[in-house]
T-cell receptor, first 109, second 114 residues
Framework: GNSVTQMEGPVTLSEEAFLTINCTYT??????LFWYVQYPGEGLQLLLK?????DKGSNKGFEATYRKETTSFHLEKGSVQVSDSAVYFC????????FGKGTRLHILP | NAGVTQTPKFQVLKTGQSMTLQCAQD?????MSWYRQDPGMGLRLIHY???????DQGEVPNGYNVSRSTTEDFPLRLLSAAPSQTSVYFC?????????????FGPGTRLLVL
């Protein structure tokens, strides 16, 4: 069946560092891909999305590109802030949303 | 516009007790769903509903019941709580199951079963 695999955390970075969180997927067809963010004590929020190959989703300085050839949707940010500390979930949609296990990100001041 | 609300925020139950987790949305969303979040497991779908009067099972439905008598409300019932149901529960709603970009999550209910 369809699945999402993302890098295990926690990931700890210093403020202004470059961030990459890897995500790969297994799916039949061409699902839509998403990144969600969960801040402490809150529910998930949609961060960005891409609906077809080579699409780039972006929001709040985060970017991810839908790579069909490598079945990947890696999340990147050029300069992270302490306020980016959260858990990040990669997800795909076929007839339902399938979430990865989440990656906890800690940003040190 | 309150979005998706969940009550209670925290609950402690003894094994065998029953309870209902409440979920309500005021956005006139057709699709509502319940997830549980466990460490290292991500979110797993328990039950979902595509509209009032229609519910279906997700990935981990055993031990849980749902109903959808109105568009706004989607309660989750634990019939006989077990320690394995200790988790954080999230309710979510969206315009349609095919529009996850319109999905909103509630703040969650943290449940401990002793």
């Amino acid at each position: 069946g369809n699945s999402v695999t993302q890098m295990e955390g926690p990931v700890t970075l210093s403020e202004e560092a470059f961030l990459t969180i890897n995500c790969t997927y297994t799916a039949t067809g061409y699902p839509s891909l998403f990144w969600y963010v969960q801040y402490p004590g809150e529910g998930l929020q949609l961060l960005l999305k891409a609906t077809k190959a080579d699409d780039k989703g972006s929001n709040k300085g985060f970017e991810a590109t839908y790579r069909k050839e490598t079945t990947s949707f890696h999340l990147e940010k050029g300069s992270v802030q302490v306020s980016d500390s959260a858990v990040y979930f990669c997800a795909l949609r076929d007839d339902k949303i399938i979430f990865g296990k989440g990656t906890r990100l800690h940003i040190l001041p | 516009n309150a979005g998706v609300t969940q009550t209670p925020k925290f609950q402690v139950l003894k094994t065998g007790q029953s309870m209902t987790l409440q979920c309500a949305q005021d956005m006139n969303h057709e699709y509502m769903s319940w997830y549980r979040q466990d460490p290292g497991m991500g979110l797993r779908l328990i039950h979902y509903s595509v509209g009032a009067g229609i519910t279906d099972q997700g990935e981990v439905p055993n031990g849980y019941n749902v109903s959808r008598s109105t568009t706004e409300d989607f309660p989750l019932r634990l019939l006989s709580a077990a320690p394995s149901q200790t988790s954080v529960y999230f309710c979510a709603s969206s315009l349609s199951r095919w529009l996850p970009e319109t999905q909103y999550f509630g703040p969650g209910t943290r449940l401990l079963v002793l």
